[in-house]
């Protein structure tokens, strides 16, 4: 890891959390429902019964951070293994709330995917510590709005997925895909989480699927630490999204493959991906990856501007464009480091998918030392604009316009690189293969 990397993602652990007005009484009942207080005992399965009795009568439910008497205690959850009982199901309108005590933050250690929403009701997590447990310790596959608000997740344990892979993401958000308007609905945050060490070969830190809600993920620090197999990783993906998403004000930090940033249609999607901060460490990964066609609806009218990208022996781009991606800005984007390009626009994986009408405006890639180009506009891409500083361009598609100081131009793609990328669009098509909805719905 480099030290920039380090130094930034130390200065930016720090959690946000709201204040919680603490409960004078075990319970009470109130109009807009109960008020509930929660001590752990360290004790499996007691915690896991006392939290899900809590949920169950909704309002809002406050996880403690100290026992009865007042120590600091973790609520135990069980071995992280896949057994039952590991786990508590959110099915009312509930607020799930963490406090801190001093240096201590209420902390669900282990279990089995620890939280799940699968009914549509409106959910709050906020400000707990999710420590070691199997799988996805924050999954909603159903709600009519989520606040998701400074939790942190550390050290998830892998969950085997089969053929000898394993899984583990940090916060999964995935609607129906047979029925995806009436799935996720509302509006989802993702707000303010720390998530780290997340060692699966599939792993992602945050992942949005056919959610129909419009969608904040912001402020977010995501560092997942290098995979055992390195299949697939990325820090955010959101995909298949039927509405607006703002991906904004994230610090990614990213050993993994595939890309920091992953968004890829529907059509009627909007993305706003802004002022993240990525460093990206992994040969094969891009910084931000926009893709379209492949295994979704094209993506367009996309807007990547003003993120700082941070690239080191990278065989793809800093910024890259994938497929079936059309009117989409890419503009004032700081990218630096080294890799092959800069600025990337591909032709995806299917090869009638034209990448066409994009634009690339004012990003500086001065300090970015290119081994390839600066700038890359490959077969299937066409119309697309580039105005701004390069000095080397390879430019394989029809009525491009790029505007250089004196670019070095090159009509070829090296070996490694048409190896790198084949390499990455299997590591894709691997992913896309697997049903992660379905698995992670249907374990134990």
Not at 121 to 149: N, W, Y
Not at 208 to 234: K, Y
Not at 285 to 307: H, M, P, Q, R, Y
Request: aromatic share 6%; hydrophobic share 40%; proline share 4%.
């Amino acid at each position: 890891m480099n030290n920039y990397r380090k130094t930034f993602l130390a200065a930016s652990v720090a959690i946000l959390f709201i204040g919680v007005t603490l409960i004078a009484s075990t319970q009470s009942h109130g109009a807009t429902g109960s008020n509930t207080t929660v001590y752990p005992t360290g004790v499996f399965p007691t915690d896991v019964q006392n939290v899900q009795a809590a949920v169950n009568l909704g309002g809002t439910v406050l996880l403690k951070a100290v026992n009865t008497v007042g120590q600091p205690t973790a609520f135990n959850f069980g071995t992280p293994e896949l057994l039952p009982g590991r786990r508590v199901l959110l099915m009312k309108d509930v607020s799930v709330v963490g406090e801190q005590v001093g240096s201590y933050m209420t902390t669900i250690q282990g279990g089995n995917s620890p939280i799940r929403c699968f009914v549509p009701v409106k959910i709050r997590i906020q400000g707990i510590h999710f420590e070691g447990p199997m799988g996805t310790p924050i999954g909603i596959f159903a709600s009519t709005g989520a606040d998701i608000v400074g939790n942190r997740i550390n050290g998830v344990v892998p969950k085997p997925l089969g053929l000898g892979f394993t899984f583990g993401d940090g916060i999964d958000v995935f609607g129906n895909p047979r029925d995806p308007q009436n799935g996720i609905t509302g509006k989802v945050r993702v707000v303010d989480n720390v998530i780290e060490n997340l060692t699966a070969d599939f792993a992602i830190g945050i992942q949005f699927d056919e959610v129909a809600a419009d969608s904040e993920i912001t402020g977010n620090t995501i560092n997942l630490g290098p995979s055992i197999h390195d299949v697939e990783g990325e820090d955010i993906v959101v995909i298949r999204s039927h509405s607006s998403v703002l991906i904004d004000h994230n610090v990614l930090g990213h050993d993994m493959a595939d890309a920091a940033i992953f968004i890829a249609g529907d059509h009627e999607a909007r993305y706003h991906v802004s002022r993240n901060t990525v460093f990206c460490e992994n040969p094969i990964a891009d910084g931000i990856l926009a893709v379209g066609g492949d295994f979704s609806e094209g993506t367009v009218g996309a807007v990547i501007e003003k993120n700082r990208v941070t690239m080191h022996n990278s065989l793809a781009g800093g910024i890259s464009l994938n497929g079936l991606v059309t009117r989409s800005l890419v503009g004032e984007n700081w990218i630096d480091g080294d890799g092959a390009f800069a600025l990337l626009t591909a032709q995806g994986f299917i090869p009638g998918n034209l990448a066409t009408s994009n634009r690339f405006q004012g990003n500086n890639i001065s300090h970015f030392s290119s081994s390839v180009a600066d700038v890359l506009f490959d077969t299937n891409t066409q119309d697309n604009v580039f105005l701004g500083h390069c000095t080397s361009v390879i430019d394989l598609g029809v009525n491009n316009q790029i505007t250089c100081d004196t670019p070095r131009n090159a009509n070829v793609l090296p070996d490694q690189i048409k190896n790198a990328h084949s390499r990455r669009g299997k590591s894709l098509k691997q992913f896309m293969s697997v049903d992660r909805r379905a698995i992670i719905i249907n374990d134990n």
